[in-house]
């Protein structure tokens, strides 16, 4: 009767070994089957632990990316590029400086942040040109840029002052004379050498057409050039201006967008007519 008893015992834990070895095994196959499927959706088959922000259709260039055309991913970490960005909030708004093709990874080298108001001394000049007008530089120094305090998103007029030779009729003698005029009004100023204006994204210009800067450079004494904001036709009477005069700006006041009509100034109108003359002393 005990070997009986023994028998059944001994029986009985072989069959509790025998299906704990069976799931087990049946675990183990199970965390092998999700270890690979999660290899094969991702590239490389790799460990997907790194997140990106991938475009998810074309994005042609010069387009502002919205929520719908970009998507978080995780991909392996040696297939995630340094330029990547982890956070799809930091390219929405943003515009495409290069083409982005669809499933790839957007990058730094291709997005200007234009909401970024540190992204002003880098961004490229031509996202801040407004539609039709051009971007035009003119050669400035510490004088003839108001004490080298011009800003970006500064409003300016600008100066000429010419030697012109004035004429009588024939046989009469001819005089020259400095005449100064005031050339353009309420221009932006686009950039300051290098530094280029950090505007608001779509702001709404204010009276006159003043759009609103999104923050302050500092001053650059040294700047060799200012780039104006000009249409097509002003660029041309720019260029030949300077080419032939010397040019002065003047910084307006915050909002000052008022234009209005200003005599040329010829040098012998700053003589006064009651002057006395002293030969005819």
């Known amino acids: 009767m005990s070997r009986n008893l023994a028998a059944i015992t001994a029986g009985s834990s072989n069959r509790r070994f025998i299906m704990l070895a069976v799931a087990l095994g049946l675990l183990g196959a199970i965390l092998v089957y999700v270890a690979a499927s999660r290899g094969d959706s991702s590239s ?18 010069r387009t502002t990316i919205t929520q719908s055309m970009v ?120 950039a300051v050498s290098q530094s280029v204006v950090d505007v608001v994204p779509e702001a709404t210009p204010s009276a006159g057409g003043q759009r609103v800067r999104n923050s302050e450079a500092k001053a650059s004494p040294d700047a060799n050039t200012v780039t104006l904001a000009l249409t097509p036709e002003q660029a041309q009477r720019l260029y030949l201006a300077e080419s032939n005069g010397r040019i002065r700006i003047a910084v307006r006041h915050f909002g000052d967008a008022d234009v209005q009509p200003i005599d040329p100034l010829l040098q012998i109108e700053l003589i006064p007519p009651n002057l006395p003359n002293p030969f005819l002393r």
């Open 71 to 190: 998507e978080v991913r995780l991909v392996p970490s040696d297939s995630a590029s340094q330029f990547a960005y982890e956070d799809a909030a930091a390219v929405v708004g943003e515009v495409t400086r290069f083409p982005i093709a669809a499933n790839e990874q957007v990058l730094t080298t291709k997005v200007v942040p234009l909401s970024s108001a540190s992204s002003a001394s880098s961004r490229s000049l031509s996202f801040v040109v407004p539609q039709g007008m051009r971007g035009i530089a003119v050669s400035t120094s510490e004088v003839t840029g108001a004490g080298g305090l011009v800003l970006p998103g500064d409003y300016v007029d600008v100066l000429i002052i010419y030697d012109v030779e004035f004429r009588g009729g024939e046989g009469s003698q001819t005089a020259e004379n400095f005449i100064v005029m005031t050339l353009f009004q309420n221009v932006e100023v686009l």
């Open 44 to 61: 490389g088959g790799g460990l997907a632990d790194t997140a990106v922000v991938v475009a998810k259709q074309d994005i042609p260039a």
